[in-house]
């Protein structure tokens, strides 16, 4: 009944701000108690799932074996959801004042991303994933194209369309294939059954998985996306979106195509390794904050992908406390630079200088979550890092990749340690007198993600607890 008022809440939420009128001033106000109404619902929901002790706990609509409204929740998808429903809260205030013109609609959208996403973690069923997994581009294409910050906006949010639907459109040709051949979409019915052509099918579905990722090499559109995209695509892109992908390798792909995963290990650690290394050099060279933080990304999520296809619970494990504890870093680490160009107008790093003189409390959060980016021991981000490179050397045996990822350590010390000595000490900078503290807003949205990652990190288990494990323990064997 708690997943079922979900649900309604979320419709609700829909409806109410679709109705509302263009010119209420009200629209913000409406939003934000939705979105907190919808994520203390998905507080009751983790913990009712926790509390029962179950393994896996599905609430299914329908028993059609095509069914869209086949959706369910269970001990890994909770946690998705309510990273979700966070960020969506986080998004709502960040863009309270940012946000001038076409307000509705902005909110429309938000709340269209927020249904999507929640519709996306419960999916049961390969159709309903799959139509949800693509109607998601339209209000994130909207979003960045009508409320970025510059001209080239239209170029980044055609980048991010083009490059996600030509991948998806594999996924849909082996979804067809799939359904030829089994007769149904229910996972349920899937992963008991072994499906035929596993390598090819699984090709398809790799090159839908690893555009929303990013995987090197199609992860030309990200840094242009966030870039262009206003505060609150830059928090659902990097917090939320690029998740997608690393879930559905662990929900989907895996599970249903065993063989066809395996076949195509080897290239998606080949192109995991690169990226890692590759992406964390061009972070180093970055000018830009934006194009920093998103190049950041793409190495995290490298270590995402090793983790996944180390095949093991461990593996399965890390890439699940990585993906949630980079939704909460880059999140904020976004935010903080959107605090930045509020002020000055800038995000070239290198105009700033000193600004922890007038800046303390910005640069206390700030150091918080450069701290976490870097995985420093004590951070949910280390606990990830740690089981990724235990996973991968546990299964492949090879000491020399393995200490070529390790030096990915190094090298997201190197730009992370650079950048916040570059902005917050020196000397001042004739850019400093436009800067102010930051408000009660921006102090109360990145004191949660900052302390987020510290303190779950502290207790990790609330994350990689029996019921997760059990889960992982499933699906591995």
Known sequence: MIFYLLIFLLISNLVHVSLLKRSSPYINIISLIWFCGIFLNSVILNFSIIFTGHEINYFTMGNFNINPLRLGVDSLSVYFILLSNILVIVC?????NSIKFMVKEFNQCLTLINFLLVIIFSSVDLLAFYVSFELILLPVFIMISVWGSREQRFKAS??????????????????????????SMSLVCLYMSAVEYQKLIVIGFLLSLAVKIPMFPVHL????????????????????LLKLGGYGFIRFMIPVFPEGSKFVTPLVITFSVIAV????????????????????????MGLVTIGIFSFSIEGFLASTLIMFAHGVVSSGLFIAVNCLYERS????????????????????????????NISAPGSLNFWGELLSFFSFYCNTGNIFLTVIILTSVVISAAYSINLFTSVFWGNN??????????????????????????VIGVYPNYISGKLLLNFFNILVF
């Open 345 to 372: 107008h800038s995000r070239i790093i290198r105009v700033y200088k000193g600004i922890a003189t007038i800046t303390p409390l910005f640069s206390i959060l700030f150091f918080l979550l450069t701290l976490a």
């Open 158 to 183: 055609y980048y991010f369309f083009l490059y996600t639907l030509t991948g998806s459109l594999a996924m849909l040709i082996g979804l067809v294939k799939v359904y030829s051949i089994t007769g």
């Open 429 to 454: 900078s004739v850019m400093n007198f436009t800067l102010r503290e930051i408000n009660k807003k921006e102090f109360i949205v990145l004191l949660i993600l900052s302390l987020s990652s510290w």
């Open 92 to 96: 709502s205030i960040v863009s309270w």
């Open 221 to 240: 559109w990200l840094p242009q996306a966030h870039v262009e995209a206003p505060v609150a695509g830059s928090v659902l892109l990097a917090g939320i």
């Open 277 to 300: 290394i590759y992406a964390g050099v061009l972070t180093i060279k970055q000018t830009d904050f934006k194009r920093l933080v998103a190049y950041s990304s793409v190495s995290h």
